[in-house]
């Protein structure tokens, strides 16, 4: 089973509507102290910003017992994911570790992410010593038992969180180590929170779609292009191209695109084909990235990741460039790294 560690924002949180407009006041202290702090929804969108005086910050929302925010202290700090189910709770950050008060399901989510940090680094350490003293058997056994405890204690958790963030954490772990039959059964128990998430729905998804599509997004923009494929359909035909394994809900992903987009407008007149294959995203989450991210080069739906498993990819993004006889020229490409492998070939 591909097996990628989702720590993004969307993978931990869900947005449903609420029928509340009570307001939510986050009354918080962090250390060491940054300029200021803000409060992200799901998808990112800034909801609320505060400058830190003192070490001390304050943040509003609206209360919503079924949708997730997030506090980001830094460009480079984990998010503190959050639910504003009460009016008020109070967080403390302290060099890197969180503590929240106020808020019953918040406290759980903390409990559950902590629970999960904990439980891998202890079996990752165990797991690494073994592996390093030769014996690699026992190593892979000790993760696989991990694996085991943690898809476990996952659902049950997830059972008692159908229709909140903290089953909705549960799940995005659940969506990966759980079996395939388990995994659906689960997912039909879910509320409309686990339904909407795009990570979790594109593997509910990949599981229940029977063919391989190629989307496109018009050129006006207005609509998609829906046609069979293959990966076999653009590579090795004469071009090089440039294939992206990114999803929706992959927050690095979408940081990631307009480097890929920016290949694509530069050199497409020079013959580049650019490709980007969504690793178990939901139909209508990628199509809507798409039109939010300016993507008009074609999506190759991998309905059973069969691709991303072919190629080796265990995270996300991944880049590769192909050469026009199909083979691998380049992969792992970043940022304006990109534009470094590409330039030497169109510049000739």
């Known amino acids: 089973m591909l097996r990628i560690i989702l720590l993004t924002v969307s993978a931990l949180i869900g947005a449903v509507a609420c029928s509340s407009?009570?307001?939510c006041t986050i009354i918080g202290s962090v250390s060491p102290q940054p300029d200021s702090v803000c409060l992200v929804d799901n998808a990112g969108k800034r909801l609320d910003a505060a400058a830190v005086q003192d070490g001390s910050f304050t943040l509003t929302c609206e209360m919503n017992s079924r949708s997730g925010v997030s506090v980001i202290t830094g460009p480079?700090?984990?998010p503190v994911n959050l639910v504003p189910d009460s009016k008020?709770?109070?967080?403390?950050?302290?060099?890197?570790?969180?503590?929240?008060s106020g808020s019953p399901l918040s406290e759980e989510l903390q409990a559950l992410q902590q629970w999960m940090m904990n439980h891998f680094m202890r079996y990752n350490t165990q797991a690494m010593s073994l592996m390093e003293s030769g014996d690699a058997a026992s190593g892979e056994a000790l993760m696989e038992e991990m694996h085991k405890t943690m898809t476990e204690h996952c659902k049950e958790v997830y059972l008692k969180h159908l229709q909140d963030p903290v089953g909705l954490q549960a799940m995005s772990i659940l969506a990966f180590d759980a079996s395939d039959e388990e995994f659906l059964r689960l997912y039909e128990q879910g509320g409309e929170c686990i339904r909407e998430d795009a990570m979790?729905?594109?593997r509910y998804e990949s599981l229940t779609a029977s063919k391989r599509t190629v989307i496109q997004l018009n050129p006006a923009g207005d609509g998609f292009i829906e046609t069979k494929g293959n990966l076999s359909d653009f590579i090795g035909h004469g071009n090089y191209v440039l294939v992206?394994?990114?999803a929706s809900w992959c927050g690095p992903c979408r940081k990631e695109t307009p480097f890929v987009v920016k290949a694509y407008n530069d050199y497409k007149d020079n013959g580049l084909v650019v490709l980007g294959i969504p690793v178990r995203d939901k139909l209508e989450a990628t199509k809507e990235a798409m039109k939010e991210l300016g993507i008009h080069y074609p999506q190759l739906l991998d309905p059973e990741t069969t691709l991303a498993q072919e190629y080796g990819v265990t995270g996300i993004p991944h880049l590769f460039l192909f050469g026009p006889d199909g083979k691998v020229l380049q992969d792992g490409m970043r940022g304006d790294g990109i534009d470094a492998a590409l330039k030497p070939v169109f510049q000739k």
Do not use: L, M
């Open 200 to 202: 979790i729905a594109g």
């Open 21 to 23: 407009h009570s307001t």
């Open 88 to 100: 008020e709770i109070n967080v403390t950050i302290k060099d890197g570790t969180v503590s929240v």
């Open 244 to 246: 992206d394994f990114w």
């Open 76 to 78: 480079n700090s984990d």
